[in-house]
């Protein structure tokens, strides 16, 4: 079986850490070019644009698409218009409704959508998943805190409109309590820290229940310092389950369970070859509903003015 001939757009820091090692460990797809506007994948053929690319090299099968959330829906337009896969990255857009109209896209061209949230892929996630399936959650508490100067520096693409600000790790948070969950959960109120100068919330605390009236307190902040946090706690009748380290880690009855090593990308990277060979699409908003739900019903604090 022949490679997926696959091309990167928009080659920052996640392509680099992440993208590039997972494909060259994946036999199923042949790296062969690349778009960015500042940025090259040394080796390969870069353009651009993705139009620029598409146009010189006709015989890309798939796109992974890498760039800002508010810059993604042009490019995949332009993607799943011309018969490729899409790959998004998180979150696959800045809108659920940009995302409702790829999905239909892909379908009326009969190509694969995929809608990637590594953090489900991390070790703890899916024996959290059967856990929580086994013992009903009755209670969770989500702290998910880090220093956007260290993970984000420079980035003023993620402090404007769109750019999501501290929902951009959130998000991660979300997209695992969607999965690990046996019922849905509704938002029920929120705060969002806005900082003086900034267009994308700095902090924000969201209070969640699911019909039954069990409650999820989540909690997201890019201020912390010293060490970085990344838990989710959920209380059961049958005692406590921990995931640290953003789900690479997994405590029951407070002991540490053997796990898997991490290989969130690589994962993803598998999921989109069986999807691309089966010719089906894997679209999932949850996470991002969520996120749309605390802009819209939450309230807005101003906070000091924000400086890098």
Request: charged share 20%; net charge negative; aromatic share 8%.
């Amino acid at each position: 079986m022949s490679a997926i001939k696959l091309a990167i757009v928009g080659v920052g820091k996640i392509v680099h850490d992440q993208h590039l090692p997972a494909i060259a460990a994946n036999a199923d797809f042949e790296l062969v070019a690349s778009a960015s506007r500042h940025n090259t994948v040394p080796g390969l053929p870069g353009y651009t644009s993705i139009e620029a690319m598409l146009a010189a090299v006709p015989g890309i099968d798939a796109v992974s698409l890498c760039m800002p959330p508010q810059y993604r829906y042009q490019a995949a337009q332009v993607a799943l218009a011309a018969g490729k896969h899409v790959f998004l990255e998180k979150p696959p857009g800045a809108t659920l409704s940009e995302v409702a109209d790829l999905e239909a896209l892909a379908a009326a061209r009969g190509v694969t959508l995929f809608t990637s949230w590594h953090s489900r892929y991390a070790p703890a996630v899916q024996p959290a998943k059967a856990y929580l399936a086994a013992h009903a959650p009755t209670a969770m508490q989500v702290r998910w805190k880090e220093d956007v100067r260290q993970w984000h520096p420079n980035q003023e693409w993620i402090w404007q409109a769109g750019g999501l600000g501290v929902f951009d790790p959130g998000i991660n948070a979300l997209s695992i309590v969607t999965e690990i969950l046996p019922s849905l959960i509704f938002l029920k109120r929120a705060t969002l820290e806005f900082p003086d100068n900034r267009d994308a919330p700095i902090a924000a605390e969201l209070h969640f229940q699911d019909a039954a009236g069990m409650p999820v307190h989540a909690q997201f902040d890019w201020r912390q310092t010293g060490p970085q946090s990344w838990d989710i706690v959920v209380q059961t009748a049958d005692g406590e389950l921990k995931l640290s380290n953003g789900g690479a880690r997994l405590w029951v009855h407070g002991v540490e369970q053997p796990l898997e090593q991490e290989a969130e990308y690589p994962s993803l990277y598998r999921r989109f070859a069986e999807l691309v060979r089966a010719g089906r699409a894997d679209v999932d908003v949850a996470p991002l509903r969520h996120v749309a739900d605390a802009f819209m019903l939450g309230q807005r604090k101003v906070v000091a003015a924000f400086h890098d």
